[in-house]
């Protein structure tokens, strides 16, 4: 059998840091990253054949857990019709009805194949639309690795973005401002500003790629109100949180119809699907009605669809989503007792099928808050849970996922598997 570390050095020759995903190297926790060989149910195996509790779920698709049976009958039964046309099928006009049905925000949909390129189409859609360039986005929201949105805020100016990465031309992060999230004055402050050469504010209505951060209803409640007022389309990026928080997405749970809505991950179910929607009149703009160009060569890949519509079909069971947010919340609030009986400074959240586990005494609210969180703490719970069985996000800045086949048992020997480590860390 191959141990993970010799993988790991094998796959360091052939990929950059051995990796195909950057979280996934396990630099911000040290140590060896787990080479995945199987999965089933809440469960996956890794090379050297050991089982571990699975809270990523492939960082949100499996929410029905791992390989489920209808879902694989699902994909096999369209694997020996073909796996790629480039034309169109009846499962494409099938999904983009029942994302409609789910979202009533969404007149209209287009499929493309990564959460990336639905945040980068829906942003040229709204560029093309409003005629305008600007962009607004929030500290600590993710939105996929457009050159657009790799901006932080630049110091002192409220306008002008500077670039996260290496590689993103400043002339383009300039047209990116960036925000406090969950901050409402900051926002009418700048609405007051530039509000009129604003083309889209992208949020994350609950964010959880700076762990998990809900978004304040005020909050929310203003940036419709001012793109409204401003005539700025407001997209909901809800790749993440969409059929995770709610069935009809934390639009559904807020009360908020964005003008668009980006989503990924579940409408996969763990294939390679995304897709970007909303009202009729901006979806028109879009080639080939309108003057927006966007393609894709996989876009509605009959696989992934396949995979995708079962997904969708089965989450709307009579009771799942109620179950799901049970089990999350038995996951999170058990932590935050077990770790406060250990001493430990922890507080823990959860939405739906998503948790957060922090190493503060409050529950975060913004980028800044999460950055206060004990990190050492955070690595040595992480290890500690590992070599026990249970996999959580590498990482204090991304959230968990629970599925609908994490059932008692498990979170019952994830509890007590924490009552160790946090014992352990205390002491
Ligand atoms: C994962 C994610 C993306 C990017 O999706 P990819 O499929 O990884 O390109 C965009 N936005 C949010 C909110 C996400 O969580």
Partial sequence: MTSNEALFERAQRSIPGGVNSPVRAFRSVGGTPRFVARAQGPYFWDAEGVRYIDYIGSWGPMILGHVHPEVLEAVQRVLADGFSFGAPTEAEIEIAEEIRKLVPSIDQVRLVSSGTEATMSALRLARGFTKRERIVKFEGCYHGHADSLLVKAGSGLLTFGNPTSAGVPPDIAKHTSVLEYNKTEALETAFAAFGDEIAAVIVEPVAGNMNLVRGNPDFLQALRRLCTHHGAVLIFDEVMCGFRVAL???????????????????????????A??????????LAPEGAVYQAGTLSGNPIAVAAGLKTLQLIQAPGFYERLGEQTAKLASGLAVVARAAGVTFSADAVGGMFGIYFTDEVPASFADVSRSDIPCFNAFFHKMLDAGVYFAPSAYEAGFVSIAHD????????DAARSAFAALAA
């Fill in 248 to 274: 009809g997405g934390a639009q559904a749970l807020y009360g908020i119809e964005p003008d668009l809505t980006c989503l990924g991950k579940v409408i996969g179910g763990g294939m390679p699907a995304a």
């Fill in 408 to 415: 008692d048992a498990v979170i019952d020997a994830t509890l």
């Fill in 276 to 285: 970007f929607g909303g009202r009729r009149d901006i979806m028109a703009h």
